[in-house]
């Protein structure tokens, strides 16, 4: 399993929500964040604002689904054709283990043990 975290405009984050609902993944949580690339802020007239407001969407996928994720997600929070500057960054990390809380299942290595984890 992988987790892809994906820092994206505020006003993209409907766009994609609704591209990886389509995509059949609907799981995501959603955080506002701030800050700032590698063009150090947006400068406007005299003041510089040096964090910017973003999301921070994150959602943990199948290994073998992630190529498809991170193509829906890049599809849908590009400005235009080419993209542009501030556009966000998608993060890709590898999960070990996953498990839900409710039942105490324990997901491992793309597949759902069968067993529940003695607390």
């Known amino acids: ?47 510089t604002y040096d964090e910017l407001p973003k999301e921070l969407l994150i959602t943990v996928v199948k290994s073998k689904d992630k190529d498809y994720v991170v193509k829906t997600i890049m599809a849908a929070a590009r400005t235009g054709d080419k993209g542009s500057y501030g556009d966000g960054k998608i993060f890709v990390s590898p999960v070990e283990e996953v498990y839900t809380v409710s039942s105490g299942i324990k997901e491992e290595a793309d597949e759902v043990a069968s067993a529940a984890v003695e607390a």
């Open 1 to 47: 399993m992988v987790m892809v975290r994906a820092v994206v405009r505020p006003e993209k984050v409907d766009a994609v929500m609704e591209a990886l609902m389509e995509a059949g993944f609907p799981a995501v949580t959603k955080v506002n964040v701030v800050g700032r690339g590698k063009q150090r802020g947006i400068k406007i007239g005299g003041i």
